[in-house]
């Protein structure tokens, strides 16, 4: 596209729909059809309920749209680091428009950063929620949980890329306040998990002391301890955690 | 002074050079922080530490060859060092671990909040600050760790925990509950004292 429909598509804001519209030609639309490549069952599930939310007649809906601009900026990200990731390097990525990503998140770059980490917490959740379903006792359900968030915060490179090289814009959501409103979302996400051992209280206090374990092991790593191995983890748990469960559940 | 001027002050005194450069070096930090809590990390300069402390830039960028970097990143080593000399002060004839843990965690959380300057930074520069103080509170982190291990010996712990690996698992908890106490009142000392005895100490000498 030129650069005239470029900056005229930067000045979009809801009142000027219409503008966009008439900006991309429908094979632009289509062009942002990227098959998904989700590598987990979890990701999936989310697509499924993604798709739910929207029903649609054509054969993507924008929300499906949304999720592939969104694995394509991730791809970027983890390439260029975040501030490589520039919209245009996205709808290249993503082969679709810059207009196109405009109109799937209105405000453009920013909205597409803040919906990444919202759909990459989901995943977490996700895969964090299906690893404590089948535990059958709250030390093996606290293992399961911190072993999986662990290979996911790992495994996932589009973190650790920014963990390497730009620190200073992922930090601050691992620290200070920012760790602090990550942590009341962890504990209304996996307190029901717990619930089904030990009390309301206690499952409060479990899962924000798993969390800051597993995060402290993850930006900082110590010799001998990899959160990544089961054995390590479950040994972790019962050395650490469990005495204290103990005398909780002894107390309320 | 310039460069070259403030190089031969150093040479013509060199019996007491080592010292000079610590007095130097001191005033420039101590410069630096009340400009950073003045006008915060990005807008401090290395001009106005120069005018703060009436030491040339050059002579500046002598001692933090890195430069602003460097010279932030050393401020807020020095405000570190500066604690845990404090602290050490408050942690000196703890009668039990869970005294000691405790002492720690409540003279930590009322220095910081008490330490106007960072709620401002963290409120209104998060990206400059956030990262080199968590290098520093790693840092601080593993200090603390061999702080505790002699004490960890001394008091004892269960058989089969790890000194050293306990040791360090205190150290990232209580940095990790300080630094983000979330809902958790660590003025409290009942509070406090459930904390030290269920998160921190339940599994290591209990």
């Not at chain 1, 000027?16 to 098959?35: F, G, K, L, N, Y």
């Not at chain 1, 405009?102 to 996700?126: C, H, M, Q, W």
């Not at chain 2, 960028?61 to 401020?75: A, D, I, K, M, W």
């Amino acid at each position: 596209m030129n650069p005239e429909d470029a900056r005229g598509i930067t000045r979009i804001s809801g009142d000027s729909r219409e503008e966009v519209t008439e900006v991309i030609p429908d094979e632009q639309e289509s062009a942002c059809v990227v098959p998904i490549q989700f590598h987990d069952q979890h990701a999936n599930r989310l697509r499924e309920m993604a798709l739910q939310e929207e029903p649609e007649s054509s054969a993507l809906s924008s929300q499906d749209k949304r999720l592939a601009a969104i694995e394509a900026a991730l791809t970027v990200i983890e390439d260029r680091g975040l501030r490589g990731s520039t919209l245009d390097s996205i709808a290249n990525e993503c082969g679709c428009s810059r207009a196109t990503l405009y109109r799937l998140f209105p405000g453009g770059r920013d909205t597409i950063l803040n919906a990444i980490v919202s759909t990459e917490t989901a995943k977490l959740f996700s895969a964090i929620a299906s690893s404590m379903l089948p535990a059958t006792s709250v030390s093996e359900a606290i293992s399961a949980s911190i072993y999986e968030a662990a290979r996911f915060l790992e495994g996932h490179r589009a973190l650790q890329k920014l963990l390497k090289d730009e620190p200073d814009t992922i930090l601050p959501f691992f620290a200070f306040d920012g760790f602090e409103s990550m942590l009341e979302q962890v504990v209304s996400f996996a307190r029901p998990f717990l619930e089904r051992w030990i009390d309301k209280d206690t499952a409060k206090r479990v899962v924000l002391w798993s969390a800051r374990l597993t995060v402290s092991y993850l930006l900082c790593p110590a010799d001998g301890i990899d959160l990544t191995n089961r054995d390590t983890v479950t040994r972790l748990v019962n050395t650490y955690i469990m005495p204290g469960v103990d005398i909780l559940v002894g107390s309320y | 002074m310039d460069f070259w001027g403030s190089e031969s002050v150093i040479n013509n005194h060199s019996t007491s050079s080592t010292h000079r450069a610590d007095q130097i070096n001191q005033r420039i930090l101590e410069a630096a922080f009340n400009c950073v809590v003045r006008w915060g990390v990005a807008k401090t300069t290395m001009e106005d530490v120069a005018r703060e402390c009436s030491i040339s830039r050059a002579t500046i960028y002598r001692y933090f060859p890195g430069g602003r970097e460097e010279l932030v990143q050393s401020v807020i080593a020095w405000q570190a060092g500066q604690f845990l000399a404090d602290l050490y002060e408050v942690l000196h004839g703890a009668q039990s671990l869970q005294d000691i843990l405790e002492r720690l965690i409540f003279f930590s959380s009322d220095y910081l909040r008490n330490l106007e300057v960072l709620d401002r930074l963290l409120a209104t520069e998060p990206d400059a600050v956030i990262p080199k103080l968590t290098t520093e509170i790693n840092l601080m982190a593993s200090t603390v760790s061999g702080f505790l291990v002699p004490y960890l010996r001394e008091f004892g712990v269960n058989s089969q925990v790890n000194i050293h690996e306990a040791a360090d698992y205190l150290a990232r908890m209580l940095f990790s509950f300080i630094s983000s106490p979330g809902d958790l009142d660590l003025q409290d000392r009942a509070k406090v004292s459930d904390l030290v005895r269920v998160e921190l100490l339940s599994g290591i000498a209990y």
